[in-house]
């Protein structure tokens, strides 16, 4: 991993976390941490900027989390919404409103973002193949188009930026389908939050994506996956939930992509960017989170960031 001199340091990237590196995938469940333990733990890792995570894990009252979060010396970076556009208008007013809920209070807590990370194609805890792992042409179509709408309205209602999350088990995945989705969007409307380690589990290379579509880079999530179980998960087939309960989402700077270069390339670009740690690690022991933040968080450093 190439390590940046102090001269050089990442002065355009804002590190954070999120409850993703607590476990945390569900607005309620008895195998993450509790919301407060989170907020205490990730502001004594170090980091400054954290996400939303899933609508109603954190409280949704605006006045509670600001108390909550100044407290503690954090601010929001951005909220995350799902979406399942591909399948056309019939889908519009649910996702709207879903959307609406999480835009709220996004802006509300100060936010400028919101990540929207498509359906899975397959379901993420069983593994029940839920529709083809493939776009027709009419539901690339449905998704082209129904995410600028998107963008457009969460840009206009709520002053927000959305940036689209290539996700593993879901129909944005592969270098080849996020070319196709960047090259059919239109780029004032559609950014995209480029997830490191989603995109090597699928195959990408994450520098060359930045090197190549860097105007389309709103948002970054550091992530890394272990080759060798990646390597397992791949010949057998394997889910993406149960791929993570595996062990595939792991430690900096243990797996894949090496983030200093990754790092190196964002800076490059020469605009503000979020960089938020997310290591996939549902389900977890309620202790095992603190310490990797707190690790992480010191890599990150030694990178420059």
Same mark, same amino acid.
């Given at each position: 991993m190439t390590s940046l001199s102090p001269q050089s340091s990442l002065s355009r990237i804002r590190i954070g976390s999120a409850p993703d590196s607590w476990g945390v995938w569900f607005?309620?469940?008895?195998?993450q941490v509790p919301w407060l333990r989170f907020?205490?733990?990730?502001?004594?890792?170090?980091?400054?900027?954290?996400?939303? &995570?899933? @609508?109603g894990y954190l409280p949704t !009252?605006?006045?509670? #989390?600001?108390?909550?979060?100044a407290k503690r010396g954090l601010k929001v970076s951005a909220g995350t919404v799902f979406t399942g556009?591909?399948?056309?208008?019939?889908?519009?007013?649910?996702?709207?409103?879903?959307?609406?809920?999480?835009?709220?209070l996004a802006q509300a807590?100060?936010?400028?973002?919101?990540?929207?990370?498509?359906?899975?194609w397959r379901d993420d805890k069983t593994g029940e193949v839920l529709e083809p792992d493939t776009l027709t042409p009419e539901q690339w179509r449905n998704l082209t188009s129904l995410t600028e709408r998107l963008g457009h309205e969460v840009r206009e209602r709520y002053g927000l930026r959305i940036v689209v999350h290539p996700h593993a088990d879901t129909h944005i995945d592969s270098e080849d389908n996020v070319v196709r989705f960047l090259d059919g969007t239109d780029s004032d409307l559609v950014s995209l939050c480029?997830?490191? &380690?989603? @995109?090597?589990?699928?195959?990408? !290379?994450?520098?060359? #994506?930045?090197e190549t579509y860097g105007s389309r880079i709103g948002y970054l999530h550091l992530k890394q996956v272990d080759p060798e179980i990646l390597a397992?998960?791949?010949a057998k087939g394997t889910p993406f939930g149960p791929a993570v309960a595996q062990g595939v989402m792991c430690?900096?700077?243990?797996?894949?992509?090496?983030?200093?270069?990754?790092?190196?390339?964002?800076?490059?670009?020469?605009?503000?960017?979020?960089?938020?740690?997310?290591?996939?690690?549902?389900?977890?022991a309620p202790d095992a989170p603190l310490p990797i933040a707190r690790r992480t968080r010191a890599f990150l450093r030694s990178c420059g960031a």
């Open positions: 607005p309620d469940d008895p195998q907020l205490d733990e990730v502001a004594e890792s170090g980091y400054e900027w954290i996400e939303l &995570g899933p @609508y !009252d605006p006045a509670v #989390l600001t108390e909550e979060t556009l591909h399948h056309g208008e019939a889908v519009w007013e649910k996702t709207w409103a879903h959307v609406a809920d999480n835009a709220v807590m100060g936010a400028k973002h919101l990540v929207v990370i498509p359906s899975f480029l997830d490191t &380690g989603h @995109y090597a589990y699928c195959g990408g !290379d994450s520098v060359k #994506l930045i397992d998960v791949r430690e900096p700077p243990g797996g894949v992509p090496a983030l200093g270069p990754v790092l190196e390339a964002a800076q490059k670009l020469d605009v503000d960017l979020f960089a938020i740690v997310e290591q996939d690690m549902y389900p977890c």
